[in-house]
């Protein structure tokens, strides 16, 4: 690492990971996630299979890297102030993603979701399993509550719309305070909060 940042060397591996990405979930998009091989992978980026899996191990990483990314962030958020109310935790998430994201793969994990569907909870039930022992509160309220389970799926699902706002370069600052307005109402009626962003079992 130099003073100017990264080194040349970090510089043309990040590049070359990111290359493989791409090509992965344009590949999944085109032809769907069963029928892509990591040697399908390796031929379109022009890489040899083993420079894949020297970055990704099997294909599922490749599906677990936008939403455990952004998980990874907001556990790091609530890492530097443990004392955020959720919603203020939650705009400040929400800014840190809007300033951070690269728009061609948030894009082209929005098409690969699409064209996946069933991919999208294999992700996501992988992810959640990777969470525990962070110290988030994921865990909440009682989980056995029902109106507490519909609160954190409404607070879910309006996550889901913001993040589908940015990967597909909507979200205006009119439109992330309305949906964070939104999650405040649901939250204060549901009781629900950091909960409501890990998955119900």
Not at 75 to 88: G, K, R
Not at 164 to 181: F, W
Request: avoid cysteine.
């Amino acid at each position: 690492m130099t003073s100017d940042g990264p080194g040349l060397r970090e510089r043309s591996k990040a590049r070359r990971r990111r290359l493989i990405l791409h090509t992965a979930l344009r590949l999944f998009t085109e032809h769907g996630y069963e029928r892509t091989t990591i040697a399908d992978i390796a031929e379109a980026a022009e890489v040899a299979p083993r420079t894949v899996t020297g970055y990704f191990p099997s294909k599922l990483d490749f599906i677990t890297e936008w939403p455990a990314a952004i998980e990874q962030r907001i556990i790091a958020l609530h890492q530097e102030d443990p004392t955020l109310e959720f919603i203020d935790l939650m705009d400040r998430w929400w800014h840190d993603l809007r300033d951070k994201v690269d728009q061609e793969e948030a894009a082209l994990t929005r098409a690969m979701a699409l064209a996946n569907p069933g991919v999208v909870a294999m992700a996501e039930a992988e992810v959640s399993q990777r969470t525990p022992g962070t110290g988030f509160p994921f865990d909440g309220a009682d989980r056995d509550d029902l109106f507490g389970a519909a609160g954190r799926a409404a607070i879910r699902g309006v996550n889901h719309v913001f993040l589908r706002g940015v990967a597909e370069d909507r979200m205006t600052d009119e439109l992330h305070n309305d949906l964070l307005h939104l999650i405040r109402a649901i939250a204060d009626s549901t009781n629900a909060g950091h909960g409501s962003l890990k998955l119900d079992p």
